[in-house]
């Protein structure tokens, strides 16, 4: 059974850094566009970001600038380094894989993020 486990969240004060890691049994890591998203109190989930296997990255536009998005395919990882955290950013944060235009769709069980002073 595919696991997408995520770790890093946490509180940290406006102005902060936090990094996300996602670890995965996925098999055929490189084929899957690998992405963070989240989902604040009360909002629908949305994107926050992606990565391809060749490293392409797309962002949201509010996030763009302040969080990176990286893999590793060795370890079958994906990463998000989030700086200059807002409280806006506060939400539980997904991690997801997924083969586009296939029915091969994974879902973490989210870690909660909280930017507060």
């Known amino acids: 059974q595919v696991q997408l486990v995520e770790s890093g969240g946490g509180l940290v004060q406006p102005g902060g850094s936090l990094r996300l890691s996602c ?6 890591f490189r084929l899957y566009l ?3 998203y989240r989902q604040a109190p009360g909002k629908e989930r949305e994107l926050v ?3 391809t296997n060749g490293g392409h990255t797309d962002y949201a536009d ?3 600038g302040r969080f990176t998005i990286s ?6 990882a994906v990463y ?9 950013d506060t939400a539980v944060y997904y ?3 997924r083969i586009p235009g296939s029915l091969y769709n994974y879902w973490g069980q989210g870690t909660q993020v909280t930017v507060s002073s």
């Open 23 to 28: 670890g995965t049994s996925i098999s055929g």
């Open 80 to 88: 998000l380094q989030m700086n200059s955290l807002k409280p806006d």
């Open 95 to 97: 991690c997801n894989a």
């Open 49 to 51: 970001a992606t990565i």
């Open 34 to 36: 690998m992405g963070w």
């Open 71 to 76: 893999r590793d395919n060795a370890k079958n």
């Open 62 to 64: 509010s996030v763009k």
